[in-house]
């Protein structure tokens, strides 16, 4: 849902058939604003439609820590709260690890650094002889700057310490639970949420990160990855990652909705947290530790190793 009020909004719906023992890709909807129906009633009227259980989104469900606290405010550096001091103190022993090792015997650092650095992550991810305790230059950086309670949640940095390097590598970006979200996006939803099902349950998840665990799962290729933000070859690629999707997750796509997922990047999108959602029903997914306030932003990290 992320983008502008008057943007096309893509929803997908995946379900399961027992009988045939596949999943298939039901419904796609494009929610817009048109004569004699807004958007917001399109939404409200397919999710009722359709009966639908679980509804994964692509922006935040939860706030940052500032936003629900009642306390006599010291600072963001001194921010009580204990799931920032308990983030915080993971960044300092991480950057005093990193340290410790430099200082000990800074030769083999550098060589293990400088070998790091030579990795192509894009064509050799599941190969990598990884140093566990060495921080990468990207990372490190990311660490200096800290969080901020007023911004990012704890779930920030739990993405940042399991994905910074891999979302940089592959999509030259970084996780930031507000850095793609505009306020009208937010509001508009929290007016829409009111009017939804009440046995309705609302997950969290992220396009990029589904693509880096479907890579890692040897599901999709990394050229692939690379080329779907392309104007030439970003149809062909996202084609070739939904063909291998099809292929290993057992998933029937109709063409007609093939050709709008192909087509039109945000319906790509949607269609990748529908394998959150599927993830949901299998229970594969990731769990998050308690320090990241996973129930509060349901946030879904698939998995495709099982």
């Not at 679980?54 to 963001?76: A, I, K, N, R, T």
């Not at 949607?270 to 129930?295: C, V, Y």
Request: glycine content about 4%; hydrophobic content about 35%.
């Amino acid at each position: 849902m992320k983008g502008g009020r008057k943007d096309k909004f893509f929803f997908c719906l995946l379900e399961y058939y027992a009988d045939s023992g596949r999943w298939f890709l039901r419904s796609f909807l494009q929610a817009k604003d048109e004569e004699g129906i807004s958007g917001d009633e399109a939404i409200r009227s397919w999710i009722e439609k359709f009966d639908i259980e679980h509804l994964v989104l692509d922006f935040p469900l939860s706030s940052p820590p500032c936003h629900s606290c009642q306390l006599e405010c010291p600072g963001s550096d001194s921010c009580p709260v204990e799931s920032v001091t308990k983030v915080r103190e993971i960044m300092n022993s991480l950057k005093e690890e990193d340290a410790r090792l430099a200082k000990e015997n800074p030769k083999k650092y550098e060589q293990e650094r400088n070998h790091d650095d030579e990795f192509d992550f894009c064509k050799d991810i599941l190969a990598k002889e990884t140093h566990e305790h060495m921080l990468s230059r990207s990372f490190k950086r990311r660490l200096k700057k800290g969080i901020l309670p007023y911004w990012n949640r704890p779930l920030d940095f739990f993405l940042w310490f399991n994905y910074y390097d891999q979302l940089l590598d592959l999509f030259n970006s970084s996780y930031d639970s507000f850095g793609n979200t505009s306020l009208m996006i937010q509001s508009r939803f929290s007016y829409l949420r009111r009017h939804l099902p009440s046995g309705l349950e609302l997950f969290e998840g992220n396009s990029q990160l589904t693509l880096i665990e479907l890579l890692r799962s040897k599901i999709i290729q990394s050229r692939d990855i690379q080329n779907i933000n392309d104007i030439e070859l970003g149809a062909e690629a996202r084609l070739n990652i939904i063909k291998r999707i099809e292929k290993y997750l057992n998933i029937f796509i109709y063409d007609q909705d093939l050709e709008i997922i192909c087509k039109h990047p945000r319906a790509f999108d949607s269609f990748l947290m529908t394998l959150s959602g599927q993830n949901i029903h299998l229970k594969q997914n990731r769990e998050l530790p308690d320090w990241a306030e996973a129930d509060q932003c349901r946030f879904i990290i698939p998995s495709f190793l099982g």
